[in-house]
């Protein structure tokens, strides 16, 4: 084993939130090295606006995100990307139930994105996969499908988005859980399958193959998903280690000598064995278990058909949501924080024209209802976007937000129930269906805690995701996550046009 030894050094890394479970094998680097990896860990979408506007410069000195192609089509951040070390790789594929598979006709043959998209539109598949604006596992498998169903062989540009833009939607009625994490998506596919989410289980999940190669091996579910990888082709991530144009001397020595020790044969096996990633370094003995990865698809060569495919994605491709603001505006919210919450809400209809933002407004055909809570639930205001007029109805809904007014006091579970009974009524239910529930203190009037419990039993399974503020309680927003399939965001720093954000991917 070469001597890769060198001075103590930092090496401060903006990486995708996926290499957490690299920790052990960093540890291990730093004792050979003498390279300490200091990760901040973000969403790909965030990393890259961060990146892109400058404001990775002098703080970080490497990125490390599971793939470069999409910051390399982002001119200010190309101009800032240095060396890149490819460590490892991971397909996007699907990962199905062993009964799904079987029915579908599907085990001891190839199976292609085609075959998939074909029994997603007829009903006969369900999955869950992450939103391609926020997560690079849902983008390379929006990119995969599109690119397959297309059949060029070419990377995909506006007019090929068009073409397949049927089948697409076919595919995408078959989504039944969106996020904006992979490592979420993956934790709520698995209470869905073992009954601890009340949303019902699910038939497949598309993802990284590494996280289903840790589904399978670690027996969190009852049962091994059967792993696809589609024969038409597939897009993956590569993890290159990147180096900033700007880094200083140290930095660089460090993230060679890093670099070179993760690529050695051993530490190659350990990175399989220990994340399910396949080796980056050619030549590399693969795992018994991994069979060669199908054809790599093409990815998209500009912003521009990035931009297109997302948009489409957003407006027309996907199921659309449904979803209900439960917004605190009791005495306390007075001053400030009325001020950050319509400042938050705003974004949303188009104000917020950052990379993150122009991706988290309201989309097409989307249904948004403002409840309003004080003493009590206040009448809630229902929008559509309209398909054809989509900003015109975003300026409306804005409209409304800023005639909110303050005062009184906090009817927390009361105000809940009557959005769920507000989504539990509705005719159409062919969407994504959620509750954002954005609160600056403790619920004291109407229901308590143990009311609003009993009521859900009874309920249709829907989504909270509650927003802490101000002075919310914490353990029983976490609660309400939990019991209904939802996440916790905590906004109580301040920065409440972040959480509405990211939120986003969620619905």
Request: charged share 20%.
């Amino acid at each position: 084993m070469p001597d890769l030894s060198g001075a103590p050094t930092t090496l401060r890394v903006l990486a995708g939130s996926e290499l957490a479970d690299m920790g052990g094998i960093l540890d291990e680097a730093a004792k050979a090295t003498g390279v300490t990896v200091k990760m901040d860990l973000v969403g790909s979408l965030e990393g890259a606006e961060i990146v892109a506007t400058g404001r990775a410069d002098g703080r970080y000195d490497a990125l490390w995100f599971s793939s470069n192609r999409y910051l390399e089509t982002l001119s200010e951040a190309n101009s800032r990307l240095g060396t890149a070390t490819r460590i490892m790789g991971s397909p996007v594929v699907l990962g199905l139930r062993p009964a799904t598979a079987q029915r579908l006709g599907w085990t001891g043959r190839p199976v292609t994105w085609k075959d998939i998209a074909g029994a997603a539109a007829e009903g006969r598949l369900t999955f869950a996969m992450t939103d391609p604006a926020n997560s690079n596992t849902g983008f390379s498998a929006l990119v995969a499908v599109a690119s397959a169903l297309d059949g060029s062989g070419r990377a995909l540009d506006a007019a090929a988005i068009d073409r397949v833009a049927g089948p697409l939607t076919g595919f995408f009625s078959a989504q039944r859980l969106t996020a904006g994490s992979t490592g979420w998506l993956t934790e709520a596919f698995v209470r869905r399958m073992t009954g601890a989410d009340p949303g019902g289980a699910l038939d497949g999940l598309i993802t990284y193959e590494a996280s289903l190669t840790g589904l399978n091996r670690d027996g969190k579910l009852s049962e091994q998903l059967i792993v696809i990888r589609p024969a038409d082709g597939v897009v993956s991530a590569d993890y290159p280690l990147t180096l900033f144009a700007g880094a200083p001397t140290e930095a660089r020595d460090a993230h060679e000598r890093l670099a070179a020790y993760l690529r050695q044969p051993r530490v190659q096996e350990q990175i399989a064995a220990q994340t399910g990633r396949r080796p980056g370094v050619t030549g590399a003995v693969q795992p018994a278990d991994f069979p060669p990865v199908p054809v790599e698809l093409p990815f998209p060569e500009t912003r521009e058909a990035i931009d297109a495919l997302l948009t489409a994605y957003q407006d027309r491709l996907r199921r659309p949501a449904r979803t209900v603001y439960v917004l605190d505006v009791s005495g306390s919210m007075k001053g400030d924080r009325i001020k950050q919450l319509k400042a938050a809400l705003s974004g949303l209809t188009g104000l917020n024209t950052s990379l993150t933002g122009s991706y988290c407004r309201f989309r097409s055909r989307e249904e948004v209802t403002l409840l309003p809570f004080s003493d009590r639930p206040a009448a809630p205001q229902r929008f559509t976007v309209e398909a054809a007029s989509p900003q015109s109805s975003r300026d409306r809904l804005r409209t409304a937000v800023g005639r909110l007014r303050v005062g009184g006091n906090t009817a927390v579970y009361d105000s809940l129930v009557a959005a769920l009974r507000e989504l539990d009524t509705a005719a159409d239910q062919n969407r994504f269906a959620s509750v954002v529930l954005m609160t600056d203190g403790e619920s004291n009037r109407g229901r308590d805690f143990a009311a609003f419990k009993k009521y859900l039993k009874g309920a249709e399974p829907v989504p909270v995701f509650p927003v802490l503020f101000g002075e919310a309680a914490e353990a029983p927003m976490r609660q309400i996550a939990a019991l209904t399939g939802g996440q916790l965001w905590d906004a109580r720093g301040g920065d409440l046009t972040k959480a509405f954000c990211q939120i986003r991917g969620y619905q």
